[in-house]
């Protein structure tokens, strides 16, 4: 069985207590992209690079994730200061370059969730090892963080794989000029069973922002959007983020609610299943980010993907990125930042209209199984 090794950040609840380092929504986006290329006939080992926020040391290990899946982790030392932080990454980069080159061969596929931060060591190892290189590449960092002196770097490093997993459309034409074999993965394609009992019983229609609570992401967007809507509507805000963002969250939900008939409210982080069925307890999920942010040309926003997973309507601010998506005809748009814009988008929905948003994502899925195993292939492919 041909083998790929999947670089990234991972890791799993039985491990909470080491506080590794990663984002909950790109390694859920990795836990599907791994059982992809499993269901296509791999066996795969995901390599993480996930370093530890506490304060204790956490040994390395290896975890069985289910048939021809693991998971392999590093040592990892704590570090509180900034000198202990900086021997503590290359502490475990060492690990990383050393375990890799032992290991990898040509006749493996490296899959490589791009970063910045090992840019160097991925290209020592397809130079050293010359394994199929495939980058899982979901933004361009130097779009998202406007700094210009990392561009032709990391420019340099896209160009230089084999094929691409790629989060958009909108990203061939930057990522991939040469037209090397790719599939695209806005998230996850398989549709969430409908198994939770519904939470609301009030005859309102929920609608839901789940995400980062950051300024740019759009809360805020969706709470003021309740100022146009009547009494029969919900506006729940769940998510996670700085301290200080959440407190402005719950500052403008509680202005909002003292000036609107919609109900408004802060429901705090969910995940795992009580997000599941939090999402399956309403009826419209808010893609409301900010629409002249530099990512939106090359980022697919992930909880788009979640809502329609459990059978959500989208309201979603006009995009490229959603507007040029196979999923684009399951959105409601709307244009610009304005929320009365939002706030008329929820009212426009039918929701008599047999919408079936489940069963579009299972026909994303299986053909995005089949991408995966034609894409570490010779011939590769282009969907």
């Known amino acids: 069985m041909k083998k790929i090794y999947y670089l990234c950040y991972f890791d799993i609840p039985e491990h909470a207590e080491q506080q590794r380092s990663f984002v909950l929504a790109a390694t859920t986006k990795s836990t599907y992209i791994a059982k992809a290329f499993v269901k296509a006939g791999y066996e795969v080992e995901i390599v993480s690079a996930s370093g530890t926020g506490g304060g204790n040391f956490c040994p390395g290990s290896v975890t069985q994730l289910g048939d021809n899946l693991t998971l392999r982790l590093f040592d990892a030392k704590s570090a509180k200061t900034t000198v202990q932080r900086v021997f503590a990454r290359r502490f475990l980069r060492k690990q990383l370059k050393s375990y890799l080159l032992e290991n990898v061969t040509e006749n493996d596929t490296l899959l490589v969730y791009h970063s910045l931060a090992y840019m160097d060591l991925v290209q020592e190892i397809k130079q050293k090892k010359n394994p199929k290189l495939i980058l899982e590449t979901n933004e361009v960092y130097a779009d998202v963080t406007g700094n210009e002196k990392i561009r032709p770097k990391e420019m340099a490093f896209l160009q230089s794989a084999d094929g691409y997993v790629l989060s958009t459309e909108?990203?061939?034409?930057?990522?991939?000029?040469?037209?090397?074999?790719?599939?695209?993965?806005?998230?996850?394609?398989?549709?969430?069973?409908?198994?939770?009992?519904?939470?609301?019983?009030?005859?309102?229609?929920?609608?839901?922002?789940?995400?980062?609570?950051?300024?740019?992401?759009?809360?805020?967007?969706?709470i003021a959007a309740?100022?146009?809507?009547?009494?029969?509507?919900?506006?729940?805000?769940?998510?996670?983020?700085?301290?200080e963002d959440m407190a402005k969250i719950q500052k403008q939900v509680d202005e909002m609610s003292a000036k609107t008939e919609c109900t408004v409210t802060f429901d705090g982080k969910k995940s795992g299943d009580e997000y599941l069925q939090f999402l399956q307890s309403c009826q419209v999920g808010f893609a409301t980010q900010s629409a002249d942010a530099a990512f939106n040309e090359t980022s697919f926003p992930s909880k788009v993907l979640s809502y329609l997973s459990n059978g959500l309507r989208v309201v979603s601010v006009r995009i490229k990125a959603i507007e040029t998506s196979k999923v684009a005809d399951l959105m409601y748009f709307y244009d610009g930042d304005s929320p009365k814009a939002v706030a008329e988008a929820i009212q426009s929905i039918d929701f008599s209209d047999g919408y079936d948003s489940r069963k579009c994502l299972s026909d994303l899925d299986a053909s995005f199984i089949s991408d995966c195993e034609k894409l570490t292939a010779r011939e590769g492919v282009n969907t």
């Open 226 to 243: 309740a100022e146009f809507l009547p009494s029969n509507y919900h506006i729940h805000i769940i998510g996670f983020g700085r301290e």
């Open 170 to 222: 909108l990203l061939l034409e930057k990522v991939n000029p040469q037209n090397k074999p790719f599939t695209v993965n806005y998230g996850i394609f398989a549709p969430e069973k409908k198994q939770f009992e519904p939470l609301f019983h009030d005859g309102k229609i929920h609608c839901v922002y789940a995400g980062v609570l950051e300024p740019r992401k759009g809360a805020g967007t969706a």
